[in-house]
């Protein structure tokens, strides 16, 4: 009895091992900072975007503690990490989530495309945008922040505010 016993509980053990364990190892793509390079986002603490974990970003602590997820199309990551060439189907967004005890107490949502260094000029620029990076348009800029006003606030909507060429 005491032999069956044990070998229904070894039994049960190693099927619990084959089927457990694999699941429990898989890899989730994400690394220590945040940051899934396979499918083009990142999710964490602002804190590890500069990929240092200081409680700052970039030496600032003020936005450390905020919630980060950012995300870029395959042409951002094709010319930003892979030496392709920018096109108008590069884009990125930044969504900020401080509404944590610790974090900022701002939400705030950016939409920022590849225009060119024509900047205005370029035939990818879309009207009520702003240049930053020499080369990018903000089409969507908009959140809370208690330190700027009350209330929602928009510095920034594009027309058309969607993503890909003209």
């Known amino acids: 009895m005491k032999l069956k016993l044990a070998l229904v509980t070894l039994s049960l053990m190693a099927v619990l091992v084959v089927t457990v364990i694999p699941v429990q190892a898989k890899d989730t793509g994400f690394d220590e900072f945040g940051y899934n390079y396979q499918a083009r986002v990142f999710a964490g603490l602002a804190d590890g975007v500069d990929r240092v974990l200081d409680g700052t970003v970039w030496g600032d602590p003020t936005y450390a503690n905020d919630w980060l997820v950012m995300k870029w199309s395959k042409g951002w990551d094709d010319a930003r990490f892979h030496g392709a060439s920018w096109t108008s189907d590069a884009w990125e967004t930044n969504e900020w989530n401080g509404m944590n005890p610790c974090g900022s107490q701002s939400v705030w949502h950016y939409k920022i495309i590849w225009v060119g260094p024509e900047l205005e000029n370029s035939p990818y620029w879309r009207e009520g945008g702003y240049a930053i990076w020499n080369q990018f348009e903000v089409i969507m800029d908009q959140g809370i922040d208690p330190s700027i006003g ?13 993503f890909g060429g003209p």
């Open 150 to 162: 009350p209330g929602h606030m928009f510095f920034t909507l594009a027309t058309p505010n969607g």
